[in-house]
């Protein structure tokens, strides 16, 4: 599946985000000069690791001024290393999935819960029916999905098991780590470089997905 392929490199950035970074980083205020520095990928992870850019999209007014991906590695990252997880790999397969699920709105709030599969019994209705290829992308695809629902939306997903008995927060957690630990067993997550990470995700989901909940709750901007 192509979307959980997304990993930190220097094409996923854009031309904002090399200026943006070089703004911040004085010492390299040339955005020509600072992109050839992180086009190695070690020197590309120091610069997102400095506190100074964690520090300024917070207190930036516009947050329009980097990508998503920008934005959301950078959160997730430092989220996760308060948490105890030093896992550059895990940090660059959530922050590409929160960039590609949970779009940012005008004026730079989260503009609510992702389309898709927003139930559990959907899900394991579908799996039902497929198999191959087709059943590691639905199994990759579905954990995403539930992974930002328990981790940045968490109060959807109360709301519902309140309000009319639907499954709570466990469940959900409980069936995207099942779905990642059968999609890391797929030869395709072999073949895509996946199956490290979605064993990473398989035996720390929970402490991720209150990561994500802290970072939810203390960093982005959501929309009311």
């Excluded at 997102?48 to 007014?61: A, C, F, H, M, Y």
């Excluded at 997730?76 to 308060?82: A, D, E, G, I, V």
């Excluded at 019994?121 to 328990?150: K, P, Y």
């Excluded at 927060?169 to 990470?197: D, I």
Aim: with cysteine; glycine share 6%.
């Amino acid at each position: 599946m192509e979307e959980s392929m997304l990993f930190t490199s220097t094409d996923r950035f854009q031309e904002r985000d090399f200026t943006y970074l070089a703004s911040v980083l004085a010492d390299r205020a040339n955005p020509d000069s600072f992109r050839s520095y992180v086009s190695d990928r070690e020197a590309l992870h120091m610069i997102l690791d400095d506190p100074r850019v964690l520090k300024s999209l917070l207190e930036s007014p516009a947050l329009l001024d980097v990508s998503p991906w920008c934005y959301f590695y950078v959160l997730t990252r430092q989220s996760l290393l308060r948490s105890g997880l030093d896992d550059v790999g895990l940090a660059e397969y959530l922050g590409s999935v929160l960039a590609e699920r949970v779009p940012l709105a005008v004026g730079d709030k989260l503009c609510g819960v992702p389309g898709g599969l927003t139930r559990s019994v959907d899900f394991l209705a579908v799996m039902d029916q497929i198999s191959g290829n087709m059943r590691f992308e639905a199994l990759v695809a579905g954990a995403n999905q539930f992974l930002v629902l328990t981790g940045i939306f968490p109060e959807y997903i109360q709301r519902r098991s309140e309000r009319h008995g639907a499954p709570g927060l466990q469940y959900y957690e409980n069936v995207a780590r099942a779905s990642f630990c059968e999609a890391q067993e797929h030869p395709r997550a072999v073949r895509q470089g996946l199956k490290g990470v979605l064993g990473t995700l398989t035996e720390v989901l929970p402490e991720a997905r209150r990561s994500l909940n802290r970072m939810a709750d203390s960093l982005l901007f959501l929309a009311s």
